[in-house]
């Protein structure tokens, strides 16, 4: 008898649209075929998944791959292995590479030298400095466009300060109905801060945040929501979470006053403590107890349209001159392998429902990024499928975490619940932490809405 599916997993809690129910899923040619009760439907592979959750495999909308250019601290390889491991199956990578990502030449170049690295599968962010270049690479397939309202370690060459090129940028957007997510500030504003923390003598991981959190990024903010309010067209804050509290309250405020925005947070997993013990190592995402606290209620009620992983791993080598001079530091932390334990965890705890955690996972990131056949458990939908383990644990080790540095800030923790394993169209690629694959089957994909 010929088996009707590749896969079924049967008995599972399917967690998909805002419903948590138990259920069979089918997989047949890398799609869902069926959901639901399956009784007759035989599988070339059978998977009891009795006391296990099934979700949308994790679309992570900001991440940081490396490649090309950039590969001594990531590549593409690597960073998907992380994500695969992780429970993300789609990672969108930021156009902060090298060359960067600004012309539809480099944009072309990217994802033909990528084709055949990507154990998940990939989508990449074209970078907005040139408004005669968006087109092409919108034609290209990028999933959305990003600009930098900063310069800073590494994005210097994709810094967009003027607002005329941004009013260009977004009015590309519009046109051809693009998601543009911006990393707002204002370098002049923040020169001046940094020399204002500089002078007060201040050189420590609070003093980042003091900036991060400061007059610069919140102008810039504005700035871009003004921007867009004037161009009329929808736009996306990158890591909003890392901007402070004010900027959430900035972007209530701009929603009240009828503005299209929607926003990512990062985890909110490094606190207090973390920013005393690990200090350089917890930048960007890390911040104090109490915005903890407001940032996570964010997250929980639906404000917060995405969680972003921010994946932006840098060598411990690069990362040590902050230690003497934390301005020298590069923010950022690996990220892929550990958001969706830690945001799992949480569940577990009681601080969100799985629910709202497939909704800023899974779902709305791949509706922002016009990405259809990802982010749901539906009949059609590609088999991209995470099982958790809400009975496993698993304590963070640095050690074993498949990105090249070798380090994370959450080294040594123990979380509630595991990833479990991690489906790319229907086929197997990790395990309990581990690739199990042979060979990468990921895509690089293309927009084509
Ligand atoms: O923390 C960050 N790291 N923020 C960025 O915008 C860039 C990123 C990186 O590339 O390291
Ligand atoms: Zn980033």
Redesign the pocket.
Not at 152 to 155: L, M, V
């Given at each position: 008898v010929q088996p009707r599916h590749d896969l079924v997993i049967r008995h599972a809690t399917v967690v998909s649209d805002g419903v948590a129910a138990t259920a069979d899923i089918a997989v047949a040619n890398g799609r869902i075929a069926n959901v639901g009760t399956l009784t007759g439907e035989a599988a070339a592979t059978e998977v009891d998944a009795s006391d296990l959750v099934a979700i949308p495999g994790v679309v992570e909308m900001h991440a940081?791959l490396r490649e090309p250019g950039l590969t001594h601290k990531e590549d593409v390889a690597t960073g998907t292995r992380a994500a695969a491991c992780g429970g993300v199956t789609t990672v969108c990578d930021?156009p902060?590479t090298l060359p960067p990502v600004a012309t539809e030449r480099a944009f072309r170049e990217k994802a033909e030298a990528i084709g055949g690295s990507c154990w998940v599968d990939v989508g990449l962010w074209a970078g907005g400095t040139k408004p005669d270049e968006l087109r092409g690479m919108r034609r290209a397939g990028a999933i959305g466009v990003k600009v930098?309202m900063v310069s800073?370690?590494?994005?210097e060459p994709l810094y967009t300060g003027d607002i005329p090129t941004l009013e260009s940028v977004l009015a590309v957007a519009k046109e051809t109905h693009w998601l543009v997510a911006a990393?707002v500030g204002d370098d002049n504003l923040a020169a001046a801060e940094r020399q204002g923390l500089i002078a007060a003598g201040r050189n420590d991981a609070r003093a980042f945040l003091a900036l991060q959190h400061g007059d610069a990024s919140l102008t810039g903010l504005r700035r871009y929501l003004d921007t867009a309010r004037r161009v009329d067209v929808p736009v996306h804050v990158?890591?909003l979470s890392?901007f402070g509290v004010e900027a959430l309250e900035t972007v209530r405020r701009a929603r009240a006053a009828g503005a299209t925005v929607t926003t990512e947070a990062c985890i909110p997993a490094l606190g207090s403590r973390d920013l005393d013990r690990l200090g350089i190592y917890a930048?960007?995402s890390a911040m104090e107890d109490r915005d903890v606290e407001i940032w996570w209620r964010a997250i929980a009620d639906g404000e917060i349209d995405a969680i972003a992983t921010?994946h932006?791993p840098?060598t411990r080598a690069e990362k040590a001159p902050g230690e003497r001079d934390i301005w020298a530091a590069?923010?950022?932390h690996p990220a892929l392998q550990t958001t969706l334990p830690l945001a799992y965890d949480a569940v577990l705890t009681g601080r969100w429902s799985i629910e709202s955690l497939v909704d800023a996972m899974a779902s709305r990131p791949a509706r922002l990024l016009g990405l259809h056949s990802k982010g749901r458990i539906a009949v059609g939908a590609d088999a991209d499928i995470a099982l958790l383990d809400p009975n496993g644990s698993w304590t963070v080790d640095q050690a074993e975490l498949e990105s090249k540095v070798g380090w994370s800030p959450f080294d040594g923790r123990t979380l509630r619940g595991r990833v479990h394993s991690t489906y790319l169209r229907g086929r197997l690629v990790a395990r309990a932490g581990e690739i199990v694959a042979e060979h990468p089957t990921g895509y690089v994909l293309a927009r084509r809405d």
């Open positions: 940081h930021m902060n930098y800073g370690p590494g994005f990393h990158a890591h890392i930048l960007a921010d932006a840098h590069p923010p950022g």
